[in-house]
């Protein structure tokens, strides 16, 4: 089968690899879409120092089940499905409190192991979650951002009536958006540098959308605020615009050296909470079934594709910020 292959960080290619064949708890998943996101890049330049190489990336994806093992219980060969690639060790003490996502020997599909930028993938059965039928394998390579998504709600405070402020209207940004809407929220505002992706944040139903807070009427802050750029001016600044007794939430991923300046006395006397959320954890199956029942608008979040042989203008596409969801169809295009 064909295969995207990163030798080193720097160094890609479509190779001709073995097909692979499943384990005894294993499935087979002919792919059909998978996303380009951040982690991939960070992969590729060598910024992402779990991942060893040479490595298969690819890590959000859907496809269709074609071999399993003879110990591979709840899914079956024809099987269209979404596939969580979170590997949890099971054992450690993260592990044993429900916290995988922080497992002490934390891999996950095609950012530890090889991945779905591939024909095929072999991943553990228990992984996969069949899609509704009218859902597509481009969709269903949406679950799981959405899934971290879901998750990033999982560990914020939920108040009907509350005001969000977002910082991002990339692909994570408009997708907090949405499920912020579907949440009951009373106003959704978005901020980013990028106007074009302003314009898609008020489609998909933002408030307000703007450069900068500045130009938002709400001095008494936001009760919710959320980061999802990992930039530390978009950071300092959204600590800054938590309503008293609010929450911040730091979504985006900022570089492991970098520092943000926040007032102590201001989180003792505002009583503001300061939250993280670190991808998947309890959260695949719960976006499956918001992604089926049209909470997020996919068709208006994909808007790329490419065959597995346009990686290379896949990657230029998705670091000019001219796209939102970008993916690689390794079969071709239906």
């Not at 779905?116 to 553990?124: D, K, L, R, S, T």
């Amino acid at each position: 089968m064909r295969a995207l292959v990163i030798d080193k960080p720097g160094r890609f290619s479509v190779e001709s690899v073995p097909d692979p064949s499943p384990g005894p708890a294993e499935a087979v998943v002919r792919v059909g879409a998978v996303g380009i996101c951040g982690t991939d890049v960070h992969i590729v330049e060598g910024e992402f120092p779990p991942t060893p190489y040479p490595i298969v990336p690819g890590h959000e994806f859907a496809g269709e089940v074609v071999a399993v093992g003879r110990e591979a219980a709840g899914v079956r060969v024809g099987d269209r499905v979404a596939v969580d690639p979170s590997l949890f060790c099971g054992r450690c003490h993260y592990c044993a409190i429900g916290r995988g996502n922080l497992c002490d020997n934390w891999g996950a599909i095609g950012d530890t192991v090889d991945g779905a930028m591939a024909e095929y993938v072999a991943v553990p059965a228990a992984n996969c979650h069949r899609l509704p039928g009218h859902v597509s394998a481009a969709h269903g390579a949406l679950v799981e951002p959405l899934s971290c998504a879901v998750h990033g709600f999982d560990v914020l405070p939920r108040q009907l009536g509350s005001h969000y402020l977002i910082y991002g209207a990339g692909t994570m940004g408009l997708l907090m958006l949405q499920l912020a809407t579907a949440a009951g929220a009373a106003s959704v505002s978005v901020i980013d540098l990028n106007a074009g992706r302003l314009e898609v944040a008020r489609i998909l139903g933002a408030d307000a959308a703007s450069t900068s807070a500045d130009d938002l009427d709400r001095p008494e802050g936001w009760e919710i605020v959320i980061d999802c750029t990992g930039a530390i001016p978009a950071i300092e600044d959204g600590l800054a615009r938590v309503r008293r007794g609010g929450t911040f939430q730091q979504f985006g991923v900022a570089a492991a050296q970098d520092r943000a300046a926040v007032s102590p006395f201001r989180i003792y006397n505002d009583e503001i909470t300061i939250v993280g959320s670190m991808a998947v954890l309890h959260s695949f199956g719960r976006a499956v079934d918001l992604l089926g029942e049209g909470v997020v608008d996919a068709d208006t979040m994909i808007t790329h594709d490419f065959a597995l042989t346009e990686f290379d203008e896949a990657l230029r596409t998705f670091r000019s910020g001219s796209g939102r969801k970008i993916q690689i169809l390794p079969a071709g295009r239906p």
